[in-house]
């Protein structure tokens, strides 16, 4: 600790307390645009941690911030003072109650696990946001989200029946049907104060969150304080714990989309759709879809209907017959209200790729199809579901005569529309507008007597537009409620009650431009390193439990410092001089990067492409320039060139890889064991076709040449046999990955172009056997060479299952069940597909590996410091697969996938090549010479 706050408070806690620099970054914002330095971050490990920081607080005045995910949009979640951070440690479910359908959890519990420990029961929490698989309950009850299933099940706050909290003194209370009688006693005094606003404004339809729920107070509703608190946005109390409903869903769903001419056509269609009481009615347009196409990730999706806007409309049944029968009723009637053309779904998987253009909308929507850039801050009004399409219309009205244009998605079923706008928020002047066009948005939604926020909370985007929205006796009944819990104004300060101007504080305010210097061409980013950290909006997609490979690193430690977004905050903080004076030489900045794997999952994942293990290589580089590195960067960083020279004298050089002082030496952990080299590694020999068939050219990569050459052998029979005539090129040429991922930028761009330049004059497509090889010539070369040539090259990289899938070969079915671990760098930058359908075709049972990274990573695994991570990384990933996999194939391309199964599960596995090779008809007898 480097104050005295932090280091008295640590001493009255078991849970941290973190003021260091870095963790001060990357709790300064969430996912709205706003930015607020917190003095410290606690992370509380239990009900006593916050209930000591709550007293420790409110002794010295210090205000608190509740934080769960830190997915808000509206700026909720950061704060001055102290931010209490509650997903790190208290994650647990305490109890699931199957006949009374309801469950108890801690407020750090990640709605997907949730809804885990619910589905044995047939039951699940109603409420989804499509942050589901990192959002946590505590902050879903802090603004009340909602989700695309609130049509059917409701908001958080009909889900809500008793909340454990800690009051602002530090005392605790329960909050439900009946609460504390002098709390209860002073609330009802509230509420008869204010008794004919509450009725005539609050309660007016479904999604009018914005405000507190004080007509939940009411008498006819029960006076049910549980209801009343949520939605108040960490600004009443914190919550320890959480008892809410659980619903039974149906056993089979169908998916209708619908087809529209536009988004207010595809708005005025829904209220008739949401009568037929389905579960979902959510909207997105075109402009949503084409972010989608356009992302970099390879991710494919069904076709849709014709039209500018669809409708995506979601039915249940326990009987699969009714719910087909009702999806072709919803499909009709979706064409008489003005769909162009309706399509009904049953299978899962259509439906899931469906679902996955509106999930990552929020994300997706911040990067326009052209690279401009949009922003939240407007992203959440709703108005009455009647009165949608005539409020779009209205609204599309108003971003003309601003200039500027919006991406629509949202909840179209109960009038909840989320927009991101292209603002300028980078200049005074822009900022300026920004203002007066919230204040004209809140005018436009006050015409349609809607609401600001139908999920998101006010935060600290909206706070100061509900004047405008409520007349002052709701404002002070607002201030009365908030002080009947909260007098001393320590919670939340600045939201909902006496709220900081909404253009106070954004985060773009001390963004600037950083153009020169810069290893790498960040070309989508218009060669600009602030704009690349602008990418990051804080949706926070990386910090999800499970599904995919983001972000390892997280799942190992659960610290936001090592979660993509918590980095991509820190550069940003590093870069406008708000980690001190040290800039590129920042220790804090290097220690929050240094577990990053490099897997390069959150450039396919992350909905707007933040290319982390690009951007640690770009600050490595800088970090240590010419000056000492560590030594695990010459030893591993500089491998391709030893292993050039111990391929010569493979014996000696194992005899020496044995001696654990040389690991010792190179920064290698010493409970990490070196790979052995072939005793007949491959040798570079004049190219010369295999057979007459069209040109290829195979690339013998240096660790496949080093370590496995005979899959190079069987890659080069399996493409003689599928009618190429492959040549082999290397391995005297590098992709320079090592290099790239130490930051020694100047030699890797050396060794690049000279590979580059070799391999433009080869023939044919590239076909590249080690993954992270291949993505290094598709991805990296590009962005670091910035020449045509490197384009070119890159263009023609292929995966050996891209190439044979596209040939004739004859293939003896295998018919056999198997495990594949795909390597991260496959799966992020060409996908897995046309692997999975090879495999298919001869009879192989896949079972893959997507979740998380291998945890060997290249070097990464091998450093000091790295190796307990490592091995978590692969614990969470594909260690408990092949665990139980008892005798099937365990299928890797990655050189580092395969050791890390060598090493830590005790078996081999194969390359595709040595499959293929395997089950050819008539395999080739050619050996390598």
Same mark, same amino acid.
């Given at each position: ?25 990357? +709790? ?32 010295? *005045? ?173 600004? #009443? ?42 579960? !979902? ?272 690193? +997280? ?40 577990? #990053? ?36 960067? +010459? ?87 599928? *009618? ?9 040429? #590098? ?7 130490? *930051? ?128 978590? #990384? ?50 080739? !007898?050619?050996?390598?010479?």
């Amino acid at each position: 600790m480097t104050t005295p706050l932090p280091r008295d408070l640590a001493r009255r806690i078991t849970g941290d307390v973190h003021d260091d620099d870095a963790s001060r970054a990357a +709790y300064a914002s969430d996912a709205s645009n706003h930015r607020v330095l917190p003095e410290c971050v606690v992370l509380p490990t239990d009900a006593d941690d916050i209930a000591a920081t709550v007293a420790f607080c409110a002794e010295r *005045g210090i205000p608190i911030t509740a934080r769960g995910a830190g997915t808000n949009v509206a700026g909720n979640a950061i704060g001055p003072g102290v931010v209490l951070d509650t997903s790190r440690h208290l994650t647990r479910v305490l109890a699931v109650d199957p006949d009374a359908r309801s469950a108890t959890v801690q407020p750090g519990v990640v709605l997907d696990r949730l809804q885990r420990d619910a589905a044995p029961h047939g039951l699940r929490f109603g409420p989804d946001p499509s942050t589901h698989n990192r959002c946590t309950i505590g902050g879903m009850i802090g603004t009340n989200a909602c989700g695309s299933h609130s049509v059917a099940w409701g908001t958080t706050a009909d889900n809500v029946r008793e909340l454990d909290v800690v009051l602002p003194d530090g005392s605790r209370t329960r909050l439900g049907p009946e609460p504390d009688q002098d709390l209860a006693a002073r609330l009802r005094t509230v509420r008869d104060a204010y008794l004919a606003p509450i009725r005539r404004d609050l309660g007016r339809f479904g999604r009018q969150i914005s405000g507190y729920g004080l007509q939940h107070l009411l008498p006819e509703r029960g006076f049910d304080v549980a209801k009343a608190f949520t939605g108040s946005e960490g600004t #009443c109390a914190i919550i320890t714990s959480a008892t809410v409903d659980l619903v039974r869903p149906p056993r089979h769903r169908a998916l209708v989309v619908a087809g529209f001419a536009d988004d207010i056509a595809a708005a005025s269609a829904a209220p008739t759709l949401a009568a037929r009481h389905p579960l !979902t009615v959510e909207g997105i347009d075109h402009n949503l879809v084409r972010a989608f196409d356009n992302a970099p990730a390879p991710r494919s999706r069904p076709d849709l209907p014709r039209g500018k806007a669809w409708l995506l409309v979601e039915l249940g049944a326990d009987d699969p017959g009714a719910v087909a029968e009702r999806a072709d009723e919803v499909a009709r009637l979706c064409r008489d209200t003005g769909a162009i053309e309706a399509h009904a779904h049953t299978d899962p998987t259509a439906r899931q790729r469906l679902w996955q253009i509106r999930e990552l909308g929020a994300g997706l929507a911040t990067r326009t199809a052209d690279g401009g850039e949009t922003w939240p801050g407007w992203e959440d009004a709703a108005v009455p579901p009647e009165r949608l399409g005539k409020y779009l219309a209205d609204f599309r009205l108003l971003l003309a005569e601003y200039g500027r244009h919006g991406v629509v998605y949202g909840h179209f079923g109960e009038g909840c529309v989320h927009v991101r706008i292209d603002h300028d928020l980078l200049t005074r002047a822009g900022r300026a507008e920004y203002r007066r066009f919230q204040e004209d948005a809140a005018e436009l939604v006050v015409a349609h007597a809607g609401s600001l926020s139908g999920e998101h909370g006010d935060g600290r985007a909206r706070s100061e537009l509900l004047t405008r929205l409520y007349g002052r006796e709701l404002i002070d009944a607002f201030a009365a409620f908030k002080h009947t819990f909260d007098p001393g104004n320590l919670l939340n300060p600045g939201v909902l009650v006496d709220p900081d101007p909404l253009d106070d504080n954004l985060r773009l305010r001390i963004n600037r431009p950083h153009t020169v210097d810069l290893a790498f061409g960040y070309q989508d980013d218009d060669g600009d390193w602030g704009k690349a950290m602008r990418r990051c909006v804080g949706v926070g997609a990386c910090r999800k439990e499970s599904g995919g490979g983001m972000c390892p690193s +997280y799942r190992a430690t659960r610290d936001e410092r090592h979660s993509t977004r918590g980095r991509a905050r820190i550069l940003f903080e590093m870069l406008d001089g708000h980690l001190g004076d040290d800039g590129w030489r920042s220790e804090d900045v290097r220690d929050a990067l240094d577990l #990053c794997l490099g897997c390069k999952a959150c450039a396919s994942e992350c909905p707007v492409s933040v290319d982390m293990a690009t951007y640690k290589a770009e600050f490595l580089h800088h970090h240590y320039g010419r000056g000492p590195r560590p030594a695990s960067h +010459y030893s591993m960083g500089w491998l391709p060139l030893w292993l050039a020279g111990g391929r010569r004298v493979p014996r000696l050089t194992n005899l020496l890889l044995g001696r654990a002082a040389l690991a010792r030496l190179g920064g290698i952990d010493p409970r990490r064991s070196m790979p052995r080299l072939s005793a007949r590694p491959w040798r570079s020999r004049a190219a010369r076709p295999a057979s007459d068939g069209a040109p290829i050219t195979l690339w013998a990569d240096t660790f496949t040449a080093s370590f496995a050459p005979e899959v190079i052998a069987d890659a080069e029979a399996v493409l003689a046999a599928a *009618g190429y005539a492959p040549s082999v090129a290397g391995p005297n040429l #590098c992709c320079g990955l090592t290099w790239i991922s130490t *930051g020694q930028l100047g030699i890797a761009r050396h060794v690049l172009r000279r590979t580059v330049d070799a391999l433009h004059q080869a023939s044919g497509d590239i076909v590249v056997l080690e993954p992270s090889c291949a993505a290094a010539l598709r991805h990296d070369a590009p962005n670091l060479l910035r020449i045509e040539h490197a384009t070119s090259v890159a263009s023609r990289v292929r995966t050996l299952a891209e190439v044979i899938e596209q040939a004739s070969l004859d293939l003896a079915p295998l018919n056999e069940a198997a495990v594949a671990q795909f390597h991260c760098h496959h799966r992020a930058v060409f996908g897995t597909e046309p692997d999975r359908r090879l495999l298919g075709a001869i009879g192989v049972d896949l079972t893959s590996v997507d979740d998380g990274c291998c945890g060997l990573a290249g070097n990464f695994g091998f450093e000091n410091g790295h190796y307990d991570v490592s091995v978590s #990384c692969a614990e969470q990933s594909f260690l408990p697969v092949v665990r139980e996999a008892g005798d099937r194939l365990v299928l890797a391309d990655g050189f580092s996938c395969r050791l890390q199964i060598e090493q830590l599960a005790g078996r081999p596995s194969l390359h595709l090549a040595q499959l293929l090779r395997r089950q050819l008809r008539q395999p080739s !007898t050619e050996e390598h010479s």
